[in-house]
């Protein structure tokens, strides 16, 4: 049984991901335990046209409460939360969201850089960042900056992923804990605390 090599009690844990996430957040909710410790914040590219029913199709795959954020909403514990199409997705030091419209970021936004960083600065050695499937470079930056501040950096191993470009980026860009398929990550999750 692989060990978590994180001392500091997890407050939150932010994922990252592009083309080919889906089908990776699809098969890996279901496998989560129905009551996690932490919040798990989700940020995905997809159009800036996308509705709000993504959260409903995801809450279709866990018994985790599941919701797309408005801006101040608080940061819960054992929630899950999907940043809004078309708006980067800040982590403020009160534990709460804010949503931005500045220009994009690797031509994203949600920009997955952004949600890391800010989510590094607030919780520092608390945090637990992971990196899925896509085909730009959105995310190394961001677990670069995890890492810094004492977090830990997961990606999905590039040979299980649609698009390897954005896992296998991150590893060859920053130091990263834990590479992962499907199911190791959700055994890692739950193992979490």
Known sequence: MEK????NAVKAMVIGGSAGSLQVLFNLLPLLQ??????????LHRRHSADSSLSEL???KTLLPTCEVEDKD?????HIYLAPADYHLLIEKDESFSLDYSEKINF???SI????ESAAEVYGPSLVAMLL???N??????LSLVKKAGGTTIVQNPETAQMPYMPHHAMMHTVIDHVLDVRQMSHYINNLR
Do not use: Q, W, Y
Not at 34 to 43: E, K, R
Not at 74 to 78: A, E, K, S, V
Not at 113 to 116: G, K, L, M
């Open 133 to 135: 499937s896509g085909a």
């Open 4 to 7: 978590n090599h994180v001392a």
């Open 108 to 110: 994203s936004r949600p």
């Open 74 to 78: 608080r940061i819960l514990p054992g």
């Open 34 to 43: 129905n009551h996690l410790p932490f919040a798990m914040i989700l940020v």
């Open 58 to 60: 995801l809450s279709t």
């Open 137 to 142: 470079e959105d995310g190394t930056k961001g």
């Open 113 to 116: 850089d952004v949600t890391f």
